[in-house]
């Protein structure tokens, strides 16, 4: 059983920062991309960053531009975590972030899902 969990949500100041962290379990975490998304209140789940490996090993990430430069998303897989550190945090970071594992690429569907964690940044 695919299980995803997230933690180091918190409340931070504006220009603070905070490292999310995604634990998977019941996959073989190299063959997954963990994508991570998020939902303020009263708007639509948005796509964050997405972390995956290629043939050769290496790591592929892809931001969103409204975090490009300011999240960076990195995979341990001797622990099957992946991490999510948030620089430079703006109010309109607020949100729950997921984490989410799709058997794919980062642009595919992603089936699995994690409960969520809440972030707020206070101005």
């Known amino acids: 059983e695919v299980q995803l969990v997230e933690s180091g949500g918190g409340l931070v100041q504006a220009g603070g920062s905070l490292r999310l962290s995604c634990a998977a379990s019941?996959?073989?975490?190299?063959?997954?991309?963990i994508g991570w998304f998020r939902q303020a209140p009263g708007k639509e789940r948005e796509w964050v960053s997405c972390?995956?490996?290629?043939?050769?090993?290496?790591?592929?990430?892809d931001y969103a531009d409204s975090v490009k430069g300011r999240f960076t998303v990195s995979s341990d897989n001797a622990k099957n975590t992946v991490y999510l550190q948030m620089n430079s945090l703006k109010p309109e970071d607020t949100a729950v972030y997921y984490c989410?594992?799709?058997?794919?690429?980062?642009?595919?569907?992603?089936?699995?899902w994690g409960r969520g964690t809440q972030v707020t940044v206070s101005s």
């Open positions: 019941g996959f073989i975490f190299e063959d997954y991309a």
């Open positions: 989410a594992a799709n058997h794919g690429s980062c642009y595919e569907g992603f089936g699995s």
């Open positions: 972390i995956s490996s290629s043939d050769d090993s290496t790591d592929w990430a």
